[in-house]
């Protein structure tokens, strides 16, 4: 995370120090796009300051407050992405395509799956049915577990349903530290576009 914070620093210290950048930015035609740079880089600073505080305060050791805790970690990460997509969008109008970062993808879905959703629309017809479960002792940022309920998991007689329960065990910190360094390349393939389309004169 803290590379995160860096990066987007030198964004920031580009844009406000190349005149070219800020006069196309400024320009009427421009309005939507200044929009998304600013409003993107608030969030990107909140976001990345709330989680790098919390890893290195931790979790609560009361469960109430743990659980809190965990959907505010995983909220901030979800708008830390969005942030970076609408702020690759306002820089090099292009679409962010995030289809080869496997931990930007993993720690979305974990999201999905902890939340206990029974959203199928993403799942062929024929795959089985599953339900999941986020108690408030799910662990740290070092092990963190929850509940899945899997039709097609049966361990041994396949007439109890206590057969179809597992407890996937997920390395959230690394996880999230996965996650950060994808986070930190495309910070900086913007910053370099930024810096060879409006250089500092």
């Not at 030198?10 to 409003?39: G, L, M, R, V, W």
């Not at 930007?104 to 795959?127: E, F, M, T, V, Y």
């Not at 740290?140 to 329960?165: A, C, G, R, V």
């Amino acid at each position: 995370m803290k590379q995160i914070a860096e990066i987007r620093q030198k964004i920031y210290n580009h844009f406000h120090s190349s005149s070219a950048c800020q006069k196309f930015f400024f320009s009427d035609p421009q309005e939507e796009k200044f929009a998304a740079y600013y409003t993107s880089m608030y969030l990107l600073q909140d976001t990345t300051e709330s989680l790098m505080v919390h890893r290195q305060k931790g979790f609560s050791t009361d469960p109430f407050e743990a659980y809190i805790e965990f959907w505010g970690v995983m909220q901030a990460i979800i708008i830390q992405q969005d942030s970076i997509c609408e702020l690759y969008w306002a820089i090099k109008t292009a679409k962010f395509d995030w289809g080869n970062l496997t931990s930007w993808k993993k720690i979305r879905n974990l999201r999905n799956i902890c939340a206990g959703h029974p959203a199928k629309r993403d799942r062929p017809k024929q795959s089985p049915l599953t339900r999941t479960f986020m108690g408030r002792s799910f662990g740290d940022y070092s092990s963190f577990h929850y509940e899945q309920w899997d039709k097609s998991n049966s361990l041994s007689e396949p007439n109890s349903i206590m057969d179809h329960i597992t407890h996937p065990e997920v390395e959230l910190g690394k996880l999230i530290d996965d996650y950060a360094m994808e986070a930190e390349d495309k910070l900086m393939e913007i910053l370099q576009y930024l810096e060879k389309q409006w250089p500092v004169t």
